[in-house]
C-alpha cells in the first residue's frame, strides 16, 4: 500500500495524498467519539450531535430570548433618570415666572423699610461661618443692624429652605434661649435644656431652651408668648442682643413660592418684638457699658 508520502511522487498524487489525509482524520475522528461513547458520556454518535443541538439550543435560543428583556430592562433604566431631569426642568421653567414675582414682591418689602439688597453671612453670625452663596434675597439696614434673605442649608441627602431674620435689640444681655415650634428642629446645633413656662397652650405648641430660666421667663411674658402664637411659623434664637428669626419654608402648610409671605411674618415679628421687650428684662439683663 502506498503512503501519502509515496502517492506524493506519482503523477497526480498530490490530489490522492490530500484524499488519504482526510480519510485518516475523518478515522481519528471516528475513533475518539467511539471512545467518549464508551465512557458513557454519550450514547451514540446520534445522540452526541443530539445533546450538542441542545446545548447550542440553551445557549443561543436563550440569549435571543433574554435579549428583549435585557433591552427592555436597560431602557427602563435609562428613561428613569432622563424622565427625572425633564421633569425637573420643567418645573423649574413654571415655577421661574412665580419666583421672579417673589423676589420683586421682597424687593418692595424691603424698600419700605429702608432695607438694601447686600446682607453679609456675618449678618447671621449665630448660624457660624456660612457660604454667602446660600443666600438669596439678601437686604440688610445700611448700619446691618437688621438683616433678612432666604436661606438653603444642605442636610445630608435633603436640603432646608428657611427665611432668616436677624435684628438687634440695643441695651440687652441676655443669656441663650430658643424658642421653637415643636414639629421642627432648632436652627442652631445643640443648645441648652429645655424648659417649660406657665402656659400650657405656649408649652404644647414650642420648646424653650434656655441657660438661664429667669431670664426665659421675664423675656417670655404673656404679650411676647401671644406674639409668638401670632405669628404662624416664626421662630428665634437669642443671645446678647442679637436675636435671630426664622421660619422653615419646607415645613409651611401652605407654602406659596409667588408671594413673601415668609418675608411678611418675620417683618411682623420684628415689629412686635423690640415694642414688647419687657422692662424689667432691660434692668434685669442690661448691657453694661
Known amino acids: ?9 506519482q503523477p497526480g498524487g498530490t490530489v490522492v495524498a490530500r484524499k488519504l489525509r482526510r480519510l485518516a482524520e475523518a478515522k481519528l475522528i471516528k475513533e475518539r467519539l467511539a471512545s467518549v461513547c464508551a465512557a458513557g458520556d454519550l450514547q451514540t454518535a446520534t445522540g452526541a450531535c443530539v445533546q450538542a443541538d441542545r446545548v447550542d439550543e440553551r445557549y443561543t435560543r436563550g440569549a435571543v430570548t433574554g435579549l428583549p428583556v435585557l433591552v427592555v430592562t436597560m431602557s427602563v433604566a435609562l ?11 420643567v418645573a423649574l421653567r413654571r415655577r421661574a415666572p412665580l419666583l421672579r414675582a417673589r ?6 418689602l424691603c424698600s419700605r423699610r ?7 453671612p456675618s449678618d447671621f453670625a449665630m448660624l457660624g461661618n456660612i457660604d454667602h452663596r446660600l443666600l438669596t434675597n439678601s437686604y440688610a439696614s445700611p448700619d446691618h443692624a437688621v438683616a433678612v434673605a432666604d436661606y438653603m442649608r444642605p442636610a445630608g441627602k435633603h436640603t432646608q429652605f428657611f427665611t432668616l431674620l436677624a435684628l438687634t435689640v440695643t441695651g440687652l444681655d441676655v443669656p441663650y434661649v430658643s424658642v421653637t415650634r415643636r414639629e421642627l428642629g432648632t436652627i442652631v446645633v445643640g443648645g441648652p435644656p429645655t424648659l417649660e413656662l406657665e402656659s ?11 441657660k438661664d430660666r429667669r431670664c426665659a421667663v421675664m423675656l417670655l411674658d404673656p404679650s411676647v408668648m401671644q406674639l409668638l402664637l401670632d405669628c404662624a411659623d416664626v421662630n428665634f434664637d437669642m443671645v446678647g442682643d442679637k436675636v435671630l428669626t426664622y421660619i422653615n419654608r419646607a415645613a409651611e402648610p401652605a407654602h406659596r413660592p409667588s408671594e413673601p409671605v415668609e418675608f411678611e411674618m418675620v ?8 415694642s414688647r421687650v419687657p422692662e424689667l428684662l432691660r434692668s434685669e439683663y442690661g448691657a453694661t457699658k
Do not use: C, E, S, T
Open 1 to 9: 500500500m502506498l503512503n501519502a508520502v509515496d502517492v506524493d511522487r
Open 79 to 89: 428613561a428613569v433618570p432622563i424622565g427625572g431631569v425633564i421633569f425637573i426642568a
Open 103 to 108: 423676589q420683586q414682591a421682597i424687593a418692595a
Open 114 to 120: 429702608g432695607l438694601v439688597l447686600g446682607a453679609l
Open 200 to 210: 400650657i397652650d405656649f408649652d404644647k405648641r414650642f420648646i424653650v431652651r434656655a
Open 267 to 274: 417683618f411682623k415679628f420684628w415689629d412686635g418684638f423690640v
